[in-house]
Nanobody
């Protein structure tokens, strides 16, 4: 199971860090991803860290968001800086252990957390 947490209300320009903790499995061999979904919008890719250590970001968050992981703690984080109201969404973490997938696509992930709401006020 994946448990996302750390969402909340923050002013534009502020920072927030969301976490994703895994139970029942070891994350070291998994690719971890973050997606987000705003009201009325399809779920979109935010960031991913493959089991190889390769990192991917969407263009909309590159340079502002940082994904990191601690396999010993079975936890993945998404540090979000310079937040804007357009970053308001429910943020979901996801995991998968397959190889060779397109980690920017939600269909590539088998396991999903329940989501944590991030609201950025203007």
């Amino acid at each position: 199971q994946l448990q996302a947490s750390g969402g909340g209300l923050v002013q534009a320009g502020g920072s927030l860090r969301v976490s994703c903790a895994a139970s029942g499995r070891t994350l070291s061999s998994y690719t971890m991803g973050w997606f987000r979904q705003a009201p009325g919008v399809e779920r979109e890719f935010v960031a991913a860290m493959a089991w190889t250590g390769d990192i991917y970001y969407s263009e909309s968050v590159k340079g502002r968001f940082t994904i990191s992981r601690d396999n010993a703690k079975n936890t993945v984080w998404l540090q979000m800086n310079s937040l804007t109201p357009e970053d308001t969404a429910i943020y979901y973490c996801a995991a998968d252990h397959r190889r060779g997938s397109n980690w920017r696509e939600a269909e590539s992930y088998t396991y999903w957390g329940q989501g944590t709401l991030v609201t950025v006020s203007s």
